[in-house]
């Protein structure tokens, strides 16, 4: 049978136990520890909670635990919950009696009953004094702090316990202290149960009743309830209208500011009053704002950037957890940081200079932007020298100078001389220059070349650097021809014979090869005496013609020729689908291609196959190798070929589905 509560000779054994000490004892203690007291008591409650959700039941705890290590004690219990350290412990009780685990007693006769059940105004804990009539109560002016099963903790008379015989041991040789004086058993309080915790912007229903002392609901009977609160950004009754006999009336309030903040409640008709702490937590995040940014920065120095974040109601946010920053410029692309405690303070550096950047911020579903802001280029280190990697010999050719730092931004008030190496056979528009603030950090030169070859500019700038290699190409044909090209194997180089000369007597090479298929490229640049030979490969299989054509527009094409692929290098199954139904028939190719994805069409190989036991397959070799297939039972199959004569393998995971009945 479950037991239904506290007994006669747990009552004694708990007074006797308080009873030890002597009254001296308990006024010495320091009173004013109320708040920590209730405190102690709320957290105490955020556990039982918890316990309540994991097990659907408050804990089966004893009235009073016989040891710090008993397992029935509600502070083991509650441990695991968080309720450890000073939290189990009322600090207005002596430290005697603190050898327990706890100085609470809990109300044994809820054992294992859901919480949701309870009364609110039900206790579930208070003060181990308050089994004794004889001993003072631990809070001056204030009696007792009971904590409700509605989550309320607030003083209040002493709980009704059955009278119990008591001793007690006095101080030698001093009077006897005056003992406090007592509620009367008669006196009904006002009661208001809230939530532990509301959050800002939220409705949160408050529940009144009135109280006999042990803990019984009195009918309010008809009244108006007054209520009011410390906090100026609230929204709530200013009165509520009971009509009828009721043992509860409610209320639903609204907080906006976050803290700690007063509810009280008097009824007008009993003239009872009592008061309700509530703790109001930040809404949700909302807005983030950047405090202290930087307007302007400098490429490659850090800047320190602080951000807080806030609710709809301006509350810091206690928001902990992900926070992301980038930039329009996708300088810093994407930085996961963390924000703690609704705070994020980080050194930020930026490399790539900009008039105008924006920073944006993204926290769980918000995203924000932050003020503009520029970044400017740091100190001149980058002689950077551009324009056109090939020219034609007799044509312009345009010449960038630019001055940047380390990290390749231009330096747009850079002044300061620059030079240039002119090679033999070419001229220059000039050959020293000046930096001006017009000229923003870049500055423009034209260079001509009369005589082929590979060319190299140099230019410097005080410390600074660089040159540039151009390809020069022969001037204007005359004519040229291109001897016909035979068949040729995708990947092997072959030999392209080309005759020319320009008008300043250069080998003619003012044309750039392309074939058809782009993929042409040079592997050879040379040419004597007006004929040179071009070493070339191509790595796409077909048709192809290769094209001359200089820059002024003078053409020619080769006859038209073969590439074929090269060896087989992978071998493929094609043309079946990965998912098959059962007893139906299918067809695949099996393909060759070399090492550059060229099918090679002429080559069939000596094909062995190995299917699975639930496959039926057969080879078809006339120019190209055809597999039937028919799938004969369900589930995975694998159809394998090889190839004898290159060594080649292949593998398909066939899936097949049952057929229809």
Known sequence: MAKKGFTLIELSAVAAIVSALSVGTYHAVQKGKSSQCLNNLKQLYQAVSMFSMDNSAVPSASFFPSSVSDPRGIHNILAQYGARGSIPFCPSIPEQLNIYGTNYIWNDSLNGKSIDSLPPGTWLMTEMTAVSQNIPAPHTGQGYNILYAGGNAQPGPRVSFPSVPESRSEDPGKPQAQEEPRPKQSYPYLLVSAPLEIQAGEKAKFIVSIKDPSGKSLLIGETILEISSGSESA????????????????????????????????????????SVDIQVAPGRPHSVEFTGFPVTWEAGKPGRVTAACYDKWKNRSGYTGPFFIYDDNMDIPSLASEMKNGQWAQDLVFTRASEKNVLHAAIESLTVSGPGFEVLHSAPEILHVSGEDETVAGAPCQVYVEIRDRFGNTCTGYTGQAEMEIPEGASSDSARFSFSPEDRGRKKTGVTFFSAGNKSLRISSGQMKNEKGIYVNPGPLSEYRIRDIGPQEAGTPFDIVVRATDRWGNQIKGFSLRDSSGSIRYVNRDSTAGLWMETAVITRAGNHSIYIEDAFGIKGRSNSF???????????????????????????????????????????GELAIDASGGLKAALKTDGQAVISIEPLSSGMQTLRVSDRRTGLKSERILFVQKGQP
Do not use: H
Request: net charge neutral; proline share 4%.
């Open 235 to 274: 929204e709530f009754p200013s009165s509520l209208t009971v009509t009828g006999n009721k043992e509860s009336a409610d209320f639903e309030s609204l907080f906006y500011k976050a803290g700690k903040t007063t509810l009280k409640v008097t009824d007008s008709r009993t003239n009872l009053t009592s």
């Open 562 to 604: 073969e590439v074929k692929a090269s060896s087989p290098e992978k071998m493929e199954i094609d043309g079946i689908p990965r998912v098959l139904k059962e007893k139906e028939q299918y067809s695949a190719r099996v393909t060759f291609r070399d090492s550059y994805g060229n099918e090679i069409r002429n080559y069939a």
